[in-house]
C-alpha cells in the first residue's frame, strides 16, 4: 500500500508552548488529508479535513485557532498545536487519501504536554 | 447522523480458529468499506477493503463479505496468529473522491491465545 509518514511520532513540550506534527504522503498525492485524535482504547475521532490550497474543515466542537492545519502541498500537511495545555495530550494521526480513494494513516504522533 | 456499529467489542480466540468482526452502517450512500488493523502506539493499517459493488472480497487468510442490502459488511480471519492480536477498525465512506469522511466504527479488541 502507499506510504504515510508522520513526524515526530512522539513529542514533549511545555504547557503554552506550539507544538507542529507533519504528515506526508510518500509515494503519491493526497486528494484529501485527514487529522485524527484517539484517546487510550477508543476510536479514531476526526478533527479536521484538508484540501491542498484550501482552509480546513473542522468537526464540530474542534478550535480552529488552537488546532491550526496547513495542507501546503498535494503531499504535506501540517497540524500545529497551538498553545498547548495538559489536555491537548493525545495521540495525533493523520491519514492521506488516494485519487482511488482508499485512506493510508500515518504511524501517530503521541503528545505530552507538562 | 451517520453511523458505524461493530462489533464484538473485544474477541478471544485459540490459534488455528477463525475469527469474525461484524459492522453495520446507516448511510444508504456509503459505497466503499475498509478495514484496518491498529497495533499498540501505531496508526491504522488498511488491511483490506470492499466496494459496493462486489460482495465478497479474500486476500490469503482475510476475506470481506458485504450485504448492501441489510447494510452489514464482515471482517472474516482464518487460521488465526498471534501476530493477527491487535485492535481491528472497519470504516464506512461515501465516495472515491472529494472529502467525503470516514466513519468508524469503534473497534474490535482481537485476542489470538496461543
Known amino acids: 500500500g502507499a506510504v504515510v509518514s508522520q513526524h515526530p511520532s512522539r513529542v514533549i513540550c511545555k504547557s503554552g508552548t506550539s507544538v507542529k506534527i507533519e504528515c506526508r504522503s510518500l509515494?503519491?498525492?493526497?486528494?484529501?488529508m485527514f487529522w485524527y485524535r484517539q484517546f487510550p482504547k477508543q476510536s479514531l475521532m476526526l478533527m479536521a479535513t484538508?484540501?491542498?490550497?484550501?482552509?480546513?474543515?473542522?468537526e464540530q466542537g474542534v478550535e480552529k485557532d488552537k488546532f491550526l492545519i496547513n495542507h501546503a502541498s498535494l503531499t504535506l500537511s501540517t497540524l500545529t498545536v497551538t498553545s498547548a495545555h495538559p489536555e491537548d495530550s493525545s495521540f495525533y494521526i493523520c491519514s492521506a487519501r488516494t485519487r482511488p480513494g482508499q485512506a493510508f494513516f500515518g504511524q501517530g504522533t503521541r503528545l505530552t504536554v507538562v | 447522523g451517520e453511523n458505524v456499529e461493530q462489533h464484538p467489542s473485544t474477541l478471544s480466540v485459540q490459534e488455528g480458529d477463525s475469527a469474525v468482526i461484524k459492522c453495520t452502517y446507516s448511510?444508504?450512500?456509503?459505497?466503499?468499506f475498509p478495514w484496518y488493523k491498529q497495533e499498540l502506539g501505531k496508526g491504522p493499517q488498511l488491511i483490506i477493503d470492499?466496494?459496493?459493488?462486489?460482495g465478497e472480497k479474500k486476500d490469503q487468510r482475510i476475506a470481506v463479505t458485504l450485504n448492501k442490502t441489510a447494510k452489514h459488511f464482515s471482517l472474516h480471519i482464518t487460521e488465526t496468529q498471534p501476530e493477527d492480536s491487535a485492535v481491528y477498525f472497519c470504516?464506512?465512506?461515501?465516495?472515491?473522491?472529494?472529502?467525503?469522511?470516514?466513519?468508524f466504527g469503534t473497534g474490535t479488541r482481537l485476542k489470538v491465545l496461543a
Open positions: 484538508s484540501n491542498e490550497g484550501s482552509k480546513a474543515t473542522y
Open positions: 470492499i466496494r459496493s459493488n462486489v
Open positions: 470504516a464506512a465512506n461515501r465516495g472515491t473522491s472529494g472529502t467525503y469522511k470516514y466513519i
Open positions: 448511510d444508504s450512500a456509503s459505497n466503499y
Open positions: 509515494d503519491f498525492q493526497a486528494t484529501t
